[in-house]
């Protein structure tokens, strides 16, 4: 079963590469193109980190901290 994060991890090197392709055959020079290709990315990155970013589920925490305590 294929998760948000399986998407965003496949998704970082196909913006990397595809908007770099994209710029490059548009006419933009690759030093150019490679910056706002990895911008992209990066915004990608960002936004699994601080907008929909990975949460520990409270009742798994706890159930797993009293398994820990016994």
């Given amino acids: 079963m294929t998760g948000y994060y399986d998407y965003v991890l496949g998704l970082i090197p196909l913006a990397l590469v595809g908007i770099t392709a994209v710029l490059t055959l548009a006419g933009l020079s690759l030093?150019?193109?490679?910056?706002?290709?990895?911008?992209?990315?990066?915004?990608?990155?960002?936004?699994?980190?601080?907008?929909?970013?990975?949460?520990?589920?409270?009742?798994?925490?706890?159930?797993?901290?009293?398994?820990?305590?016994?």
Avoid at 49 to 66: G, H, M, V, Y
């Fill in 31 to 70: 030093t150019s193109a490679v910056p706002l290709g990895a911008g992209v990315s990066g915004l990608v990155v960002g936004h699994a980190l601080f907008i929909n970013a990975p949460i520990e589920d409270p009742k798994t925490t706890r159930r797993t901290q009293s398994l820990n305590a016994e």
